[in-house]
């Protein structure tokens, strides 16, 4: 049986070139944001549609726009963190090669699909042996597309070994994972491998510039910076937290970005650190405790965001070191669920001692 999945259609008009300009898009309604826009999630509005929409990643999206394009397309594995690309990458390969019918020439399994071994005996065996005819079609290979590779079976993955060498005459394969030591070195060895970095802060903010115009959104420039840094390069994050934060409010500040995603603000974290390593223990305590429950803020939030306050201030570094062990232990601890009181204590304690340690350094 050789079936076909479709794979989501993202047809819609926003399919142009970037525009490069920074312009600030108005607070009005606008044609993308009609009912029917307003409902489908960003990330799919924007995915890039050719391979020049894909932001950055110049490199490989180039190799692989000029193999598709010659034809001398070599089985891909393409790997790295979430929301950089890859897909997208993928799907733009396959709208190249095959044009918008691509359906019929593609065949993609992801997570969702049973991928065990019988799959790849069978679906993906058929798939790869029988011929296929598409009119119009640049190319006469076809393309199984693999996505989340990694969460894979081992025994489909070895059953896939010698199913890529039989077919390669008129079949491709594309590997899509997140952890590429999850692939056996086998399969990796017969693919070229490009690695998908997360984005740098200059792409995200271009790529969210190119939608803030589109969608005509209000965004401050302070409230951009807050969304590139807490996207951490991942292009589908800041898709999102943009898109939540726009229907909270109209207005897209940094303050609106960070009470949207719950993160502590830069200026709270400051205010915590200064009490951290000036006020008493029961003055940091109650403070700490009370700026917590006004905001909703989350301790671990505040420790992983405290500590990385730590790196930034001048201190000996024996003292950072066991200061951050400290913090570590107690994101640990968290991460099982313990006290949140005892911890916020813990906390503290951990700055009382390395306060303790800086006063003895100095004398
Ligand atoms: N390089 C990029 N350029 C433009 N948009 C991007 C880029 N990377 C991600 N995006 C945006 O994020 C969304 C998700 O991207 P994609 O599905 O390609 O990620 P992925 O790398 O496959 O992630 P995962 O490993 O989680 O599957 C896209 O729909 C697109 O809107
Ligand atoms: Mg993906």
């Given at each position: ?208 510039r190119y939608v803030i ?137 951990s700055f009382t001692r ?10």
């Open positions: 049986m050789s079936e076909v999945i479709a794979v989501m259609d993202i047809d819609d008009d926003n399919g142009n070139n970037e525009a490069e300009k920074p312009v600030k898009g108005k607070n009005v309604a606008s044609p993308a944001a009609a009912p029917d826009g307003k409902a489908t999630p960003w990330v799919e509005k924007f995915r890039p549609k050719s391979l020049a929409d894909v932001a950055a990643h110049r490199d490989i999206v180039d190799t692989i726009d000029k193999l598709t394009s010659e034809n001398r397309l070599p089985h891909l594995l393409l790997y790295g963190p979430p929301g950089t690309g890859k897909t997208s990458t993928i799907l733009a390969v396959a709208r190249k090669l095959y044009g918008t019918n691509y359906h019929n020439m593609i065949l993609e399994l992801n997570a969702s699909d049973d991928r065990g071994i019988d799959v790849v005996r069978q679906q993906i065996q058929d798939f790869a042996s029988t011929q296929s005819f598409s009119f119009g079609a640049k190319a006469s290979v076809k393309l199984v597309l693999l996505d989340e590779a990694d969460a894979m079976t081992k025994d489909a993955q070895f059953a896939l070994r010698r199913v890529i060498e039989k077919y390669t005459k008129n079949t491709r394969f594309a590997l899509i994972c997140n952890h590429v030591n999850k692939i056996i070195p086998a399969l990796q060895s017969r693919c070229t491998r490009f690695r998908f970095a997360p984005l740098d802060n200059f792409h995200v903010t271009e790529r969210l115009e589109a969608e005509r959104l209000d965004v401050t420039e302070s409230g951009l910076t807050a969304l590139v840094r807490l996207c951490t390069g991942d292009m589908r994050k800041a898709l999102n937290i943009l898109q939540s934060t726009h229907m909270a409010s109209q207005h897209i500040t940094e303050e609106a970005v960070y009470l949207c995603t719950g993160n502590p603000m830069p200026k709270d974290i400051e205010q915590i650190s200064f009490w951290l390593l000036n006020e008493p223990f029961s003055d940091s305590f109650k403070r700490i405790s009370e700026i917590k429950t006004r905001k909703g803020l989350a301790l671990v939030d505040i420790v992983r965001e405290v500590t990385l306050f730590v790196f930034k201030i001048k201190m000996p570094s024996d003292i950072r070191v066991q200061l951050i062990n400290d913090l570590a232990d107690i994101e640990y601890r968290m991460s099982f669920g313990c006290n949140d009181k005892l911890q916020l204590g813990s906390l503290i304690s390395a306060r303790s340690a800086l006063v003895a350094a100095a004398q």
